[in-house]
């Protein structure tokens, strides 16, 4: 039995078995009875899944805390978990020009091409396919030594498990960061909405299109991303419109010389 300061005790005996559902349980010498009834906390707590576990031990018994983490902080009065406020923001908006220099928050910007993107070897047939389109034209070298020299190249592919492994990064910093800052791709703002994850999006007035696609290059985002912007501007600050008004979603349209920082106050 260990002591504590303020004369509670912590339960370190056999008593304090985990419990394989989510409620408070009342131990004493004799055994346990359970306080409060976990049906209270809703169909979800009939597993031990996603639930915390905690001790405080007094003058009426042993109390083992094993519950759903936004019950537990409310009846022991603490409150670790953080409102995580999740920001789609359109590119070019500042996400990370804030997070390099916030010092006020704990933000993750959480890049999609991290996770849209990943390396790997050749498979066979690719490799096969590599020698086929050698082999068509006249080299020096010849096409089995050509692919003895690529065949343990990594080469960029599409990650086929995003935008689910995105997703669950999200999830999985939901309550540990004040803001996550996501992309506004059209298949992440679905999945955003498929997990129940709510989110705000932040993009710029459709007037702005010369300043946003001054800013990629002078972000140094290249010519190709820049022409990228420029052709596709209308299509996605479409979509940007589309999805406050059919999901009345939160939102802050940028001005010209705002940024993300701007919005932040807003939404």
């Not at 001790?55 to 759903?68: D, I, S």
């Not at 498990?161 to 910093?173: G, S, V």
Request: glycine letters at 4%.
């Amino acid at each position: 039995m260990i002591t504590l300061t303020d004369d509670r005790t912590l339960c370190c005996s056999t008593t304090c078995e985990k419990r394989f559902e989510c409620g408070r349980s009342h131990y004493t010498n004799t055994g346990t009875h359970l306080v409060e009834d976990y049906s209270s906390f809703g169909s979800a707590a009939y597993t031990d899944s996603g639930c915390e576990i905690d001790h405080w031990c007094g003058r009426l018994g042993n109390y083992k805390m094993f519950e759903p983490i936004e019950k537990l902080n409310q009846i022991s009065g603490r409150s670790d978990k953080k409102n995580t406020k999740v920001i789609a923001a359109f590119p070019a908006c500042g996400k990370t020009y804030y997070f390099d220099r916030n010092e006020d928050y704990v933000i993750l910007d959480s890049d999609s091409s991290k996770f849209s993107w990943m390396f790997r070897k050749r498979t066979k047939d690719e490799l096969a396919e590599a020698k086929k389109e050698w082999d068509k034209t006249p080299h020096l070298l010849s096409g089995d030594m050509y692919i003895n020299r690529i065949k343990d190249e990594e080469i960029k592919v599409r990650n086929p498990d995003f935008p689910n492994n995105y997703i669950e990064h999200i999830k999985e910093n939901i309550g540990k960061a004040d803001y996550i800052f996501v992309s506004t791709h059209e298949e992440v703002r679905k999945a955003l909405t498929a997990a129940r994850i709510d989110f705000a999006l932040v993009f710029p007035e459709r007037s702005l299109k010369a300043e946003w696609v001054g800013r990629c290059f002078l972000r140094g985002s290249g010519e190709k991303f820049c022409q990228l912007i420029a052709d596709n501007w209308e299509y996605w600050l479409s979509q940007m419109e589309e999805e406050v008004v059919y999901n009345n979603r939160k939102h802050y349209r940028l001005k010209s010389n705002e940024y993300l920082s701007d919005a932040l106050e807003h939404i």
